[in-house]
């Protein structure tokens, strides 16, 4: 298990723990367990569609969208762009080039399409076949987790305006 944050490379710590046990309930979206305390939402949705997507909700204050969608779909075609074989691998380059000073053009597009600034917090975690890419803005609704299981050619897509301490 292991956690990489890219504030402005990569550096590798441990993954987030959370114990499943008291007071929690834990909801199967397709094949990943969510495992949250009870009393952290106000409201859950289910929304059916072509992009399954389940929203969290905690009152006016905050809200979350977890969706399971093709890599290709949640990660705007970045894949075939980079001429890569997986998501992962895509994600893996996108975070890599933060901090380099010697992007070319689309390399510096491609991040501003992601969101990824100077001051953006990036994290990958990882732990057996499951990892995570985590983009954070400072007070942007839109911060991202991207979750791949294995080489998937589905992402767990999660969209919302939590912070760090809430990944």
Not at 4 to 17: D, G, H, I, K, N
Not at 125 to 153: E, P, Q
């Amino acid at each position: 298990m292991s956690v990489r944050s890219l504030q402005a490379q990569s550096t590798v710590t441990a993954w987030p723990e959370f114990s499943c046990s008291n007071g929690v309930v834990v909801i199967t979206f397709v094949d990943l367990s969510i495992c949250n305390r009870a009393a952290t939402y106000s409201k859950v949705e289910v929304l059916a569609g072509a992009t399954p997507t389940i929203v969290f909700e905690q009152g006016d204050k905050r809200f979350d969208a977890l969706s399971y969608e093709p890599a290709e779909k949640a990660l705007s075609g970045l894949p075939a762009r980079l001429a890569v074989a997986n998501a992962g691998e895509a994600l893996n380059t996108l975070f890599s080039w933060r901090g380099n000073k010697n992007l070319t053009a689309k390399q510096q597009t491609l991040l501003q399409v992601f969101g990824i600034e100077a001051e953006t917090q990036l994290m990958q975690f990882t732990t057996g076949d499951v990892a995570a890419y985590v983009r954070l803005n400072k007070g942007t609704a839109d911060n991202t987790i991207f979750m791949i299981v294995g080489n998937s050619s589905h992402v767990y897509r999660v969209i919302g305006n939590f912070i760090s301490v809430d990944v």
